[in-house]
């Protein structure tokens, strides 16, 4: 069950948009709408910022975006914080492992 | 309120068992698909088991034959029966509450399991 790719850390300035990728295969996220992203705080549990490819969960701020072509998601941040500082991942349903994780992606707002 | 509150982490030593339980309130309990996620000290997070609202359970290949999801709706409690522990399974467990097929929608804070002599 090997884990969706994502790079390890990716930076950017306050104000700045950054986009994050998350690469699989057509048995995950080329195969299915049901690509979700998660932002981790440090120390904190997971908490949902996207859903179904390109959804928002109540609450969550509409600067964070969600999209996917062909077997790679992406997750976009736009006007970047502070408070933005967190790691990031992905997950796919998957038709040979039910969920795969990305390996996830620090962000560091300079 | 959405909540999820995880309990039952230890320290074990290899081979032995651990059952963790997460309690579940704020939402129809039994309508709901629930998983286990695990995030071993400074790695990322991986996906455990899932057992669906239907009581069909799904693992991964790394905990196969060695741990148990089910779920007590009477309770409103999941739980992972985990036997065979080995030094790989350190980690935080997290549960996660399924919303149609998002994995995830709640998350409880975690329970830490460490597997050493």
């Known amino acids: 069950q090997s884990a969706l790719t994502q790079a390890a850390s990716v930076s950017g300035s306050p104000g700045q948009s950054i986009t994050i990728s998350c690469t699989g295969t057509?048995?995950?996220?080329?195969?299915?709408?049901?690509v979700s992203w998660y932002q981790q705080l440090p120390g904190e549990a997971p908490k949902l910022i996207i859903y179904?490819?390109?959804n928002r969960p109540s609450g969550v701020s509409n600067r964070f975006s969600g999209s996917k072509a062909g077997n790679t998601a992406s997750l976009t941040i736009s006007g970047l914080q502070a408070e933005d500082e967190a790691d990031y991942y992905c997950?796919?349903?998957?038709?040979?492992?039910?969920?795969?994780f990305g390996g996830g992606t620090k962000l560091t707002v300079l | 309120e959405l909540q999820l509150l995880e309990s039952g982490g230890d320290l074990v030593q290899p081979g032995g068992s651990l059952r963790l339980s997460c309690a579940a309130s704020g939402f129809t309990f039994r309508s709901h698909g629930m998983s286990w996620v695990r995030q071993a000290p400074g790695k990322g997070l991986e996906w455990v088991s899932t057992?669906?609202?239907?009581?069909?359970?799904y693992y991964a290949d790394s905990v196969k034959g060695r741990f148990t999801i089910s779920r007590d709706n009477s309770e409103n409690t999941l739980y992972v029966q985990m036997n065979s522990l080995r030094a790989e399974d350190t980690a935080t467990y997290y549960c996660?509450?399924?919303?149609?097929?998002?994995?995830?929608?709640?998350w409880g804070k975690g329970t830490a399991v460490i597997v050493s002599s």
């Open positions: 057509s048995s995950d996220i080329g195969g299915y709408n049901y």
């Open positions: 057992i669906g609202a239907d009581e069909y359970t």
């Open positions: 179904d490819v390109s």
């Open positions: 997950n796919s349903y998957s038709s040979i492992s039910t969920r795969v």
């Open positions: 996660a509450k399924y919303s149609g097929r998002t994995l995830g929608d709640v």
